[in-house]
């Protein structure tokens, strides 16, 4: 079964620390990987998308890495601010081989909390 | 509307009642998705649209329906609410499920609690 581990499960930092979040899977045949921010009774909100070939890629404080070897990924995020405190979601795409549509595995999240 | 609109925002609805959430999107994303989220949980599909006019299941569908007349709309349906079926409900749409974008734009949910 395809499955989606994030950790820590939550975490709490002070604010302008970095923090790094991490995601393991198991999903096969893999098409890409995901982080979403979910803000407190907000829907979640994409950060970074990668592909096979891409190891890492950037969105502002957000550098999000990938090791496809491994099937791991983590999020970094650098010099974090308040407003970062939400839910942070790892979401793997799997590759339906016969009618090229893909499927999404969601793990269950990171709480992370800035804390002044 | 800009990207993904749910109504209503919230409910409170009594057990075996029906309700129809719905959903709009103004993006002509070709797939759409209904998920659910619960403490603990994650994210969980419900049904899913890969274009107008086709429907299937998710990871879990009992209890649910739903219908994909055009491209903007995918409504939910539960038609006798239970408790259980008290949670988060997010509508997603993608541009492309053949590039594996599935679920890429999230609305901003509705919060059901059946009673």
């Known amino acids: 079964k395809n499955q989606v581990e994030q950790s820590p499960q939550s975490l709490i930092i002070l604010e302008g620390k970095n923090c790094t979040l991490q995601?393991?899977?198991?999903?096969?045949?893999?098409?890409?990987l995901r982080w979403y921010k979910q803000d407190t009774g907000r829907g979640p909100v994409s950060l970074t998308i990668?592909?096979?070939?891409?190891n890492t890629k950037s969105n502002g404080r957000y550098t999000a890495t990938l090791d496809a070897d491994t099937k791991q990924s983590s999020l970094h995020i650098t010099a974090s601010q308040l407003s970062d405190s939400a839910s942070y979601i790892c979401?793997?795409?799997?590759?339906?081989?016969?009618?090229?549509?893909?499927?999404?595995?969601f793990g269950k999240g990171t709480m992370l909390l800035v804390s002044p | 509307i800009a990207g993904i609109t749910q109504a209503p925002t919230s409910q409170i609805l009594a057990a075996g009642r029906r309700m129809t959430l719905r959903c709009t999107q103004d993006m002509r994303h070709n797939a759409m998705y209904w998920y659910r989220q619960d403490l603990g949980l994650g994210l969980r599909l419900i049904h899913y649209s890969n274009t107008a006019g086709t429907t299937g299941k998710g990871e879990v569908p009992d209890g649910y329906s739903v219908s994909r007349a055009n491209t903007d709309d995918f409504p939910l349906t539960l038609a006798s609410a239970v408790p259980s079926q008290t949670s988060v409900y997010f509508c997603?749409?993608?541009?492309?499920?053949?590039?594996?974008?599935?679920?890429?734009?999230f609305g901003q949910g509705t919060r059901l609690t059946v009673v």
């Open positions: 979401v793997v795409s799997e590759r339906e081989m016969n009618s090229g549509y893909s499927t999404l595995t």
């Open positions: 990668m592909t096979f070939s891409e």
């Open positions: 997603a749409s993608s541009d492309s499920p053949e590039r594996g974008m599935r679920g890429a734009f």
């Open positions: 995601c393991n899977y198991t999903v096969s045949p893999f098409s890409n």
